[in-house]
């Protein structure tokens, strides 16, 4: 009903329905490309008129995705001291997904997150520059036996083991579902749990609940403290490297 009010306003069709499905008409592909930057200028003006009004919001609102609010941001303030010459500062902590959203909608100004050529993001490349801030690897690991120190699993055996996986709203989720040395190992195995946060599976991963990639920015602690170990030789194919990028 939305969508048909929404026809009626513009004068014309913008989707062709059939029964094989929806598609965009060519009106619908112009109107959906110009789309976003209509909504940034809306919530860019809905800014502009709150601090009119005297509700001033934070002069510089950052998102990250929540494995990056961990390991990165905090690197990244100590290092930078130019962030604070920019006044008040927010940092919205969520997943790709919520991120994506908010940069699309004005409702903040950079996105901090992880990258790899593979995955898709949902920003329009005409409205969104990046720069590579720093470089991170996505690493299986397992919990190790308390007596050989060695993994509970190790996936280079091929062998069945419980999988911690990511939702399609991460964006490591998405990663990880676009590399095809993964996707050989975890195609025919049962997933025992699904998260939005690297925290949560490394958690789980710690615990000894199963096998989970995980950021090794993220996991340099429990590394070092050996409460976890890799799952797979580093030869193997199974380490993902990916960026840092800020947009």
């Not at 996505?138 to 007596?147: A, H, N, R, T, V």
């Not at 676009?178 to 997933?191: C, L, Y």
């Not at 950021?215 to 590394?223: C, F, G, H, M, V």
Request: charge should be positive.
């Amino acid at each position: 009903r939305r969508i048909q009010s929404l026809e009626e306003w513009v004068g014309t069709p913008l989707f062709e329905r059939s029964k094989r499905g929806v598609t965009l008409t060519k009106a619908g592909e112009v109107f959906t490309d110009q789309l976003p930057e209509l909504i940034h200028s809306l919530y860019t003006l809905k800014s502009d008129t709150l601090e009119a009004a005297g509700n001033k919001q934070p002069s510089l609102v950052f998102s990250a995705t929540h494995a990056l609010s961990f390991s990165f941001v905090p690197h990244l303030l100590k290092q930078s001291d130019k962030i604070a010459k920019f006044g008040s500062f927010r940092l919205l902590s969520d997943s790709l997904n919520a991120c994506e959203k908010m940069m699309r909608q004005g409702d903040s100004q950079f996105l901090l997150c992880h990258h790899h050529p593979h995955m898709h993001l949902n920003l329009n490349k005409n409205n969104f520059m990046s720069i590579r801030l720093g470089f991170d690897t996505l690493i299986p690991f397992s919990k190790p036996d308390s007596e050989t120190l060695k993994p509970l699993w190790n996936i280079n055996n091929k062998i069945q083991f419980p999988y911690l996986s990511f939702s399609s709203q991460s964006g490591l989720g998405r990663i990880i579902a676009n590399t095809a040395s993964i996707n050989r190992i975890t195609h025919n195995i049962n997933v025992a749990f699904v998260a939005d946060l690297a925290a949560t599976l490394l958690a789980m991963v710690r615990s000894g609940d199963g096998v989970a990639w995980i950021p090794q920015s993220l996991a340099r602690q429990d590394i070092e403290a050996k409460t976890i170990v890799t799952a797979a030789e580093k030869e193997s194919n199974l380490w993902v490297p990916i960026e840092i990028r800020l947009y």
